[in-house]
């Protein structure tokens, strides 16, 4: 029988992942099916069980119910504990000894770094600035400093925010958090983490902030460089957008279910002229 995954959303129709994992499976040679699945905002907890009902073997799970999706998780990995939040869900996974156990990791944050690496960007010793300390910036910070980089900035809107978050993550390395006001120096690498992008907007940043060669990088992605990434490259900076993090994180993923690893690079290729 065909092994059935999911991506759970709200909305989802307009979902990439499941051409991503349709890609996947045939270059893998793994029968899967994959459809992307409106949950209720009321009851995920509902949709994920009548999932399992009809076969279901694991999901991905993206807006609005990360957290959701956490809490009803049997084990969790230790980045998807320190995040708050999964992506993925596994059932029976990490070798959980009843079958109907649900595990679950987050992928985010594995699916960044990758597509950093896959850029050239190197982040150990680096000055890393990543603006925004909201869900999405919680998800990637423990695999970004165990790259460990010199130093972690995050920088948010609501200054306390990003104070709190850093304080959550120091004992995996030296960060620290505050106001855009309060960016000082020059990065090498600079993240925009926040959905200002989604409004058109523009975090206030001082205009030096990249350092020679610097490389600015939007977790969001669409048809046209963001208005971050335009800003980035006026400023001196190497402008890369999230689509490649969407396909890492799936492919990640994908391995946590499957057990292979698939090449990313035809599928991105793909993605980035449908766009
Ligand atoms: P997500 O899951 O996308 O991270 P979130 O948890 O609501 O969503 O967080 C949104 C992030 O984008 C926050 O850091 C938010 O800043 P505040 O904490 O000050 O709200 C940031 N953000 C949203 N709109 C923004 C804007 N127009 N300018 C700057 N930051 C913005």
Same mark, same amino acid.
């Not at 959905?195 to 490389?215: K, R, V």
């Not at 669409?222 to 490259?233: D, Q, Y």
């Given at each position: 029988?065909?092994? @059935?995954?999911?991506?759970?959303?709200?909305?989802?129709?307009?979902? %990439?992942?499941?051409?991503?994992?349709?890609?996947?499976?045939?270059?893998?040679?793994?029968?899967?099916?994959?459809?992307?699945?409106?949950? =209720?905002?009321?009851?995920?907890?509902?949709?994920?069980?009548?999932?399992?009902?009809?076969?279901?073997?694991?999901?991905?799970?993206?807006? =609005?119910? %990360?957290?959701?999706?956490?809490?009803?998780?049997?084990?969790?990995?230790?980045?998807?504990?320190?995040?708050?939040?999964?992506?993925?869900?596994?059932?029976? *996974?990490?070798?959980?000894?009843?079958?109907?156990?649900?595990?679950?990791?987050?992928?985010?944050?594995?699916?960044?770094?990758?597509?950093? %690496? @896959?850029?050239?960007?190197?982040?150990?010793?680096?000055?890393?600035?990543?603006?925004?300390?909201?869900?999405?910036?919680?998800?990637?910070?423990?695999?970004?400093?165990?790259?460990?980089?010199?130093?972690?900035?995050?920088?948010?809107?609501?200054?306390?925010?990003?104070?709190?978050?850093?304080?959550?993550?120091?004992?995996?390395?030296?960060?620290?958090?505050?106001?855009?006001?309060?960016?000082?120096?020059?990065?090498?690498?600079?993240?925009?983490?926040?959905?200002?992008?989604?409004?058109?907007?523009? =975090? =206030?940043?001082?205009?030096?902030?990249?350092?020679?060669?610097?490389?600015?990088?939007?977790?969001?992605?669409?048809?046209?460089?963001?208005?971050?990434?335009?800003?980035?490259?006026?400023? *001196?900076?190497?402008?890369?957008? *999230?689509?490649?993090?969407?396909?890492?994180?799936?492919?990640?993923?994908?391995?946590?279910?499957?057990? %292979?690893?698939?090449?990313?690079?035809?599928?991105?290729?793909?993605?980035?002229?449908?766009?």
């Amino acid at each position: 029988m065909t092994d @059935r995954y999911c991506v759970f959303g709200n909305p989802v129709a307009h979902s %990439k992942s499941p051409a991503i994992h349709a890609a996947f499976a045939e270059q893998t040679g793994e029968a899967i099916e994959y459809t992307a699945i409106a949950a =209720p905002l009321d009851d995920f907890a509902g949709a994920w069980r009548r999932f399992v009902a009809e076969g279901g073997r694991g999901a991905n799970v993206t807006v =609005p119910f %990360k957290e959701e999706a956490f809490r009803l998780c049997d084990t969790l990995s230790q980045r998807a504990r320190r995040a708050g939040a999964v992506n993925t869900l596994i059932l029976g *996974g990490n070798g959980l000894s009843n079958e109907l156990k649900v595990y679950g990791d987050t992928t985010d944050g594995v699916g960044l770094v990758r597509d950093l %690496k @896959r850029h050239g960007v190197t982040l150990a010793a680096a000055r890393v600035l990543v603006l925004g300390a909201g869900g999405a910036v919680r998800g990637v910070l423990e695999p970004l400093l165990a790259e460990g980089p010199a130093s972690v900035r995050v920088a948010n809107r609501t200054a306390a925010k990003a104070e709190s978050l850093a304080a959550d993550f120091s004992e995996l390395g030296e960060i620290t958090g505050g106001g855009f006001d309060a960016v000082v120096g020059q990065f090498q690498v600079v993240i925009n983490g926040t959905s200002a992008s989604l409004a058109g907007d523009l =975090p =206030p940043l001082p205009e030096d902030l990249f350092a020679p060669g610097a490389t600015a990088y939007d977790m969001m992605y669409g048809a046209e460089p963001t208005v971050f990434l335009r800003w980035a490259a006026e400023h *001196g900076a190497r402008p890369e957008d *999230g689509l490649g993090m969407l396909v890492e994180q799936a492919a990640e993923s994908f391995f946590q279910w499957r057990g %292979k690893h698939p090449d990313t690079a035809p599928v991105l290729e793909r993605l980035r002229q449908a766009l």
